[in-house]
């Protein structure tokens, strides 16, 4: 089955705890270098937005970051649950996909 890990950005606080946790469970250190996920930060119009980095295709949406977001940013959900998400969402609060896994 496809999932997809989604984000509402408009959520985000750039607390940076995905990232930690992130590097945490792959790697076994708090070590944000070493996260697949980043949270892009503007800090001079205060917006944040977490991405899969590149080059990150070892993510295998353990969910792990989702676990443990303290505002509910991360989502993983099915192609049928993020149409419905999608569906829903007002201008201004568009959940987007980082990334898509096919699990067996």
């Known amino acids: 089955m496809k999932k997809f890990l989604m984000v509402d950005a408009d959520k985000c606080t750039g607390c940076g705890v995905c990232e ?31 991405i899969i980095r590149s080059g990150a295709a070892l993510c295998d949406l353990c969910g792990a970051c989702v676990d443990f977001c303290p505002e509910q940013v991360l989502k993983i959900m099915t192609p049928q649950e993020a149409i419905l998400v999608r569906r829903k969402s007002t201008i201004g609060t568009i959940p987007v996909p980082m990334a898509a896994r096919v699990e067996a």
């Open 20 to 50: 930690l946790t992130c590097s945490m469970v792959k790697h076994g250190e708090y070590n944000p270098e070493k996260s697949y996920i980043r949270v892009l930060r503007n800090e001079d119009v205060n917006t944040y937005l977490p």
